[in-house]
């Protein structure tokens, strides 16, 4: 089973994608947020349906530069919004926290780094372990704090300490992020993966194979 995991898109498509999925086989899309630029709203309904035409699933998030009602788009235009949700998919569990820790910017999708630890540290405890064996994912727009994934630059981490103790609690197999879009990355905290694909108009993607609940492989491809 494959999955294909992109960030901010920003309202820019990207024809390489569609290329992509028209030449490899995908279980299912993941998108980490900031789908649109502050909008339109509209843009959402109109490439998740593009992305469906490929007979995938998708499930995405919203990002801090998503206007409100995004999540509502998702779900409209036929994908899961995993915003504050855990869903079980195959042999994995994805557990999604859309939004980002405070910015410079004023954004309309920020909550305080302390708000977003307390809801993601809520929506994890929440989860009943398995007996068979499941490749668990987080799936958040914010990278973990003090990471290659969250590097500005001048050497600045900006990430979030909500995301990055949810990581050392909860140890998820892998952490897939965007947000910084100059942080393209793959970086480990603990044994879990941290991967951050930059901007779609970049090209980058994550592609995660997994072939059983204790199998799988996961690595940043160029589309
Ligand atoms: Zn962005
Ligand atoms: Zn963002």
């Known amino acids: 089973m494959k999955f294909l995991i992109f960030s901010d898109v920003h309202s820019n ?10 030449e490899n086989i995908i279980d299912l899309v993941i998108i980490t947020g900031d789908i649109t630029n502050f909008g339109p709203i509209e843009f959402v309904n109109s490439f998740i349906g593009k ?23 998702i779900t409209e235009a036929s994908a899961l919004c995993l915003h504050n949700q855990i869903v079980g998919y195959g042999d994995t569990v994805l557990f999604g926290y859309g939004g980002s820790n ?17 809801d993601l540290l809520t929506l994890l405890s929440g989860y009943e372990c398995s007996d068979e064996p499941k490749v668990n994912i987080l ?13 500005i630059e001048g050497g600045v981490h900006v990430g979030s300490k909500g995301v990055l ?3 050392q609690e ?15 990355s793959v970086d480990l905290i603990g044994e879990t993966k941290i991967l951050n694909p930059g901007m779609l108009e970049n ?17 940043i491809i160029q589309l």
């Open 13 to 22: 498509e990207n024809e390489k994608l569609f290329s992509y999925l028209d």
């Open 203 to 219: 090209d980058g993607a994550i592609l995660i194979d997994i072939e059983d609940g204790n199998h799988f492989t996961s690595e």
């Open 165 to 167: 103790k949810a990581i």
């Open 51 to 73: 992305i469906l035409e490929y007979d995938v699933d998708v499930v995405a998030i919203p990002g801090n530069c998503d206007p409100e009602g995004v999540c509502e788009a």
């Open 170 to 184: 909860f140890k998820p197999d892998i952490n897939v992020c965007g947000h910084i879009h100059e942080a393209k």
């Open 102 to 118: 405070e910015t410079p910017f004023d954004t309309p999708g920020e909550v305080t780094d302390e708000q977003l630890e307390e």
């Open 139 to 151: 799936v958040t727009h914010a990278p973990p704090f003090e990471t290659n994934a969250d590097l």
